[in-house]
């Protein structure tokens, strides 16, 4: 606790700062009132308030003491001077002797050679950089403990009133953030245009008053709302399964963290010296959220992780703001979030017309559920929850990973002008659902589609697909918390069949592990997960799950037939090894009298090399191969398909890829193995082409691709096409692709 007279002077500053924010003013006027205030409060000559013009470029933007002529014409990049190091560093810099510190700029314009103390701290709310508050005075002397607080305190303070808008009117760098369009570029998590509003996941709490008169009640307000959160996390706890040890480890950690006393404490601290409750909430938050920037160490990452999510909840006790709040959702809901969880995606369900997540991957369970939904998903779309508030305008471009928020009128024109054209498009397509996709040379390719959800069987009539070519299994035990039961299973599996009306559907056995982790099972820590134990591994290693949901499969089909296709396998045995397992159950079925399917199908996923060149025996063994793509071309190349560093370094239609899947084709037509291909790539038009003429005669993709991948092989002689794909593999190219797009083009010219 600080001496009374410091602390009351902190007080009484803060209050002096709210009552000339509160006066009316414009963004120039209140912060040149701000400066002279703070000036003459802390007894020092200079006081200047930086504020970013730009991502890089910060901006001085009221001074008292320093020259007038410089404000609006000082500028800094970001790390430069001492202004640019506090601001890059996100810490202060307090010195007595500035001239001499490292950094140093001498800015003629502003005077300031003749001031040798320095304290900068920066303006940043829960992590977000908003600018500089500076001090400076003659005296070469250091600034004391109780002066760096107040001034820090002060720049919370400005950064909050920053969010309200408190300094909009006046140029660029004051303008209140979230009014001004903002364009994020990302990643594609699923393809597909939306227009509509945002709609945060978790709503940002804005603080309406960060200064408190009265310490005591601010405190027993404080201590009420940390009362709540130690009851709602007691009821967490208590509905959690008592027999996952790991998750009770979780949920008593986090516990602790709600009841830590040190906690409670540096808050009221924070009270004291004249913030309300939810700012001193907030500037425990954001000193985690810095901590979090520095810690590599991920046990202690989750545990700052977890602070952090206490943080946030007790805030939304204090300011009732927050799901809670019962706010209606926009009109054409984008939903904007860090990352979000399967289920809780499945929970908005279609009534969403587009996602955008900080984090996320192509692979990650949010995109699986948004693909399943076909809505469009822009990933990794940096710092979009800092930005957005609820109810912005945002557009969203799923097919270049791009966002617009709060775009201005003349980009939301173009992007309908590009929904236009997709929804002419889909028109064409949907003219061409009842034709074969047939090439010009007279080769037909099936065309079918990847489905993980009950929701996806509608597409099938409206897609033209030919049959479900892959079924993905594990969303139905990725969305739930406990493994789903045999009987539940058989259901569903049984509507799906239904809904395929005859069409056939090649069920894929569970694919989890790597980055599919069920919320149940027990978390191994693999040092590369997608090379470990994953999909049939596990089930072989463990086939307990395996043999249940085998038994489903076998109860859904109920007399009619049945596809099975094993994931991963990389070796001829672990066909054999699952095989054996399904014909087990056959026979069990059999034997309890269950009706047993007319045809069984058995396949394998082609996901790895090795299994290209397995023996003769498993290629004829295997009723059908289908191969992954996404997970064979990760393979070939060693490049991860989750890590945007490397994933598009090598492309699809590089020649040693194609020759490989040449390869693959040519021991199937050996062996007379029907062949498909269910990766993300046979829903690309260009790469669908190339992969037809290698010798595909089935592909299964994303049912909005069908119309395009149709239209293209229509309009096309495929035997061409392999000779343009040979002509370069044979001078030596590293990629076909520049040759397929300037023949498309030529092919494009002459029609
Ligand atoms: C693949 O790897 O190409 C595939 C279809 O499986 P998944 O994307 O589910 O791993
Ligand atoms: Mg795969």
């Known amino acids: 606790m600080m001496a009374d007279g410091t602390e009351s002077e902190s007080r009484k500053l803060l209050r002096r700062l709210r009552d000339t924010l509160a006066e009316a003013g414009k963004g120039q006027e209140r912060l040149d009132r701000i400066t002279s205030l703070i000036a003459d409060s802390m007894g020092c000559e200079v006081c200047s308030i930086y504020l970013f013009r730009d991502d890089d470029t910060l901006e001085l933007c009221a001074t008292e003491g320093l020259k007038a002529e410089s404000v609006h014409q000082t500028r800094l990049r970001l790390g430069e001077g001492l202004v640019g190091r506090v601001a890059k560093m996100g810490k202060p810099i307090n010195t007595g002797n500035a001239p001499s510190e490292r950094g140093f700029r001498y800015m003629p314009e502003t005077g300031e050679e003749i001031y040798s103390a320095f304290l900068g701290v920066p303006i940043q709310r829960l992590g977000e950089m908003l600018g500089v508050l500076v001090v400076q005075a003659k005296a070469a002397r250091q600034y004391s403990d109780d002066e760096v607080y107040a001034i820090e305190v002060v720049a919370m303070v400005l ?174 809901p984008v939903l904007v979030a860090r990352n979000i969880g399967p289920g809780e995606l499945l929970e908005y369900g279609r009534k969403l017309k587009g996602v955008v997540l900080e984090e996320g991957s192509v692979g990650s369970h949010a995109a699986v559920v948004a693909r399943a939904l076909a809505i469009p998903l822009v990933i990794h779309a940096e710092r979009i929850t800092t930005e957005a508030l609820n109810g912005d305008r945002i557009l969203v471009d799923g097919d270049q990973g791009i966002v617009h928020l709060r775009p201005d009128e003349n980009v939301a024109a173009a992007f309908r002008d590009k929904i236009a054209m997709q929804a002419q498009a889909m028109e064409r397509y949907a003219g061409l659902r009842l034709l074969p996709a047939q090439a010009l040379c007279g080769t037909t390719v099936g065309l079918h589609m990847n489905a993980g959800l009950m929701a996806d069987l509608p597409s099938l009539e409206g897609s033209g697909a030919e049959g479900v070519g892959l079924f993905r299994t594990e969303l139905q035990f990725l969305i739930r918390n406990q493994v789903p039961k045999r009987g539940e299973l058989a259901a569903l599996y049984s509507r799906v069949l239904d809904a395929a009306k005859g069409r056939r559907v090649a069920f894929r056995t569970l694919d989890i592990g790597s980055d599919k982790v069920l919320p149940y099972m027990k978390r191994v820590d693999e040092p590369n997960p997608a090379m470990g134990w994953r999909a049939i591994r596990v089930g072989l290693d463990k086939p307990g799950v395996l043999r249940m949901q085998l038994q489903a499969l076998l109860r859904a089909a109920n007399g009619r037939p049945l596809m099975v296709m094993f994931p991963f396998v990389a070796q001829f045995e672990e066909f054999l090894e699952a095989r054996d397992h399904l014909l087990r159950e056959i026979d069990r079925e ?41 997970d064979l071309k990760q393979f070939f190349f060693a490049a991860d398909r989750e890590n945007e560093r490397v994933r598009r370094r090598y492309d699809t239609l590089n020649a040693s890829f194609l020759t490989f899947i040449g390869h693959i084709v040519d021991r199937c037509v050996e062996s007379g193995t029907a062949l498909s ?3 993300e790539d046979a829903g690309r038009p260009v790469e669908a082409l190339c992969l037809a003429a290698m010798g595909l005669r089935t592909l299964s993709m994303r049912p909005a691709s069908i119309g395009p991948v149709k239209s293209l092989i229509r309009r096309v002689n495929l035997a061409e096409v392999r000779r343009v794909i040979d002509d370069e593999i044979r001078v030596g190219r590293t990629t076909v692709r520049p040759a397929i797009m300037d023949w498309l083009s030529r092919q494009n010219e002459g029609l």
């Open 590 to 630: 059999g034997q309890l009298g269950h009706v047993l399917p007319e045809r069984i199908e058995i396949g394998a996923m082609l996901e790895t090399p090795s299994l290209a060149f397995a023996p003769k025996q498993f290629f004829d063994l295997a009723d059908f191969i289908s191969i992954g793509g996404n």
């Open 159 to 332: 950064a909050e009133m920053a969010e309200l808008g408190a300094f909009v009117g006046e140029g660029e760098a004051l303008s209140a953030p979230h009014q001004h369009p903002v364009l994020f570029r990302g990643g594609t998590g699923q393809e597909g245009t939306a227009e509509g509003h945002v709609w945060l996941h978790e709503p940002r709490v804005l603080i309406t008053n960060p200064v408190a008169d009265d310490p005591q009640a601010e405190c027993e307000r404080l201590r009420d709302a940390v009362q709540k959160l130690r009851l709602s996390v007691d009821t967490l706890l208590a509905k959690a399964d008592s027999e996952d040890g790991e998750q009770q480890q979780v949920l008593e950690a986090y516990r602790m963290f709600a009841n830590s006393r040190g906690w409670l404490r540096r808050m009221e601290e924070d009270i004291h010296r004249g913030l309300s409750a939810e700012a001193a909430v907030e500037k425990e938050q954001s000193a985690t959220r810095a901590r979090l920037n520095d810690v590599p160490d991920p046990y202690l990452r989750e545990r700052l992780n977890d602070l952090d999510d206490l943080s946030n909840r007790l805030l939304r006790i204090l300011t009732g703001q927050g799901h809670d709040t019962g706010a209606a959702m926009p009109p054409n």
């Open 677 to 679: 291909f269910c990766g």
